[in-house]
DNA sequence: ATAAGTTTGTTAAAAATTTGAAAAAGTTAG
DNA sequence: CTAACTTTTTCAAATTTTTAACAAACTTAT
């Protein structure tokens, strides 16, 4: 059960399971082929299969998964009941949108502190947290060792703030900023956006259909 | 230059190729070759020759690629000069801070209205549109035939919404929501976005650092 | 003008991913 | 309990993607 091993392609595509299969739970749906998942999900059966392997034999022969069990494995792999200690930098349109948007608490998170440089937002609240002035990162840091932090800041901050973190401890980033944090610690994890490169993947669809 | 036999693979590294040569072209930045983008994208100096070739030969032997031509180059195949005619449906905190915050003119789209179900928004302005109630969605329509539509609206109305706009002559989509659009027409291009896919992919790698 | 040095375009090899198919295991009905 | 059926597991083949290597083409300096 070595995680190292599991390629990237199918990691991604657990939070995927694990959507469809808390679709289907809710619905009261108890068991589920890997036939009928690929109908509902637009995979392979056999992809599927193979994926859910990597991790353990989840299923049996002639049953198929039993629903419940098979998203609280996943749901285990991707560690969606840690509380990994967050903190949110950035707090614009997007970084309260964000804020107030994301269920961090059903994902693995927690999100203890959000912060921008504008004086002005100090104070508000977000989601029954203040916004405090990015002055006060060190001493927040130091006092609650966040281990995560989602960005929300304009590229040109980004690298300086992230290496900051870094030294901080923050050992993950959900980077929204243009910039492509590549951080040299193997230690460190980041998952970036980049949502405008998704507009204009539609963008080139869009005019070449 | 058929485009329909260009891999998905490289087309979703084409924005990250207009975002760097951007970079460098503000710079000042004349000439670049495969090798120098390689050590500040991270793509091997192999791959980007390869991607490129498969539009054509943007370079010169013993020269490398000048910057401004093939950022030119790469916006017209992402098609970042298009207008295409945008509605974004659902002004919530995530809807109203995507209108705000991404730059759909310089990416190829124009956003020309924006709907919510609530009518307490009705006539609220974001980035110098009204907010319109959703019920005026079928004539704005057919009065101004858009061809994109932002979709950041819960699960629930996805669905029902993305048919009456397929049938409404929209042929792009871009989907903040839940639910997995899978439209049937192969005329129809939808870029789903799945913040909580990516939160949960970070999810997992923090906790298998 | 020539030679040395770069760098692309292109072809081929390697690696990774996806798909398919058979064998093993379990379920359900009689 | 047995036989027919379902579905996973596992292994192998096919496809796709990435990397490497080399020849052709251009630049630059002498």
Redesign the interface.
Known sequence: MA??DVSLSV??R???Y??FLGEIKRAGIQRVSSGELSKK??FTASQIRQDLNCFGGFGQQGYGYNVEQLYDEIGK????H?K?KTVLIGA???G???A?????EE???NLIGIFDKNEALAGQLVRNLPIRHIDGLYDFCRDNSP??AVLCIPSESAKEITDELVKLGV????NFS?Y?I?VNHP???V?N?????????????????
């Open positions: 995680k190292g990691i991604k657990l939070p995927r694990y959507r999900m637009g792999i991707l560690g969606v840690q990994a614009g349109n997007l309260r949108a964000v107030a948007h994301m269920s961090f994902r693995g998170f281990t995560v050992k993950g980033f959900w243009h492509d590549a230690e460190v994890a998952e956006v980049h949502l405008s490169d998704s507009l204009m993947t539609l963008s080139f669809h869009v005019n070449n259909l």
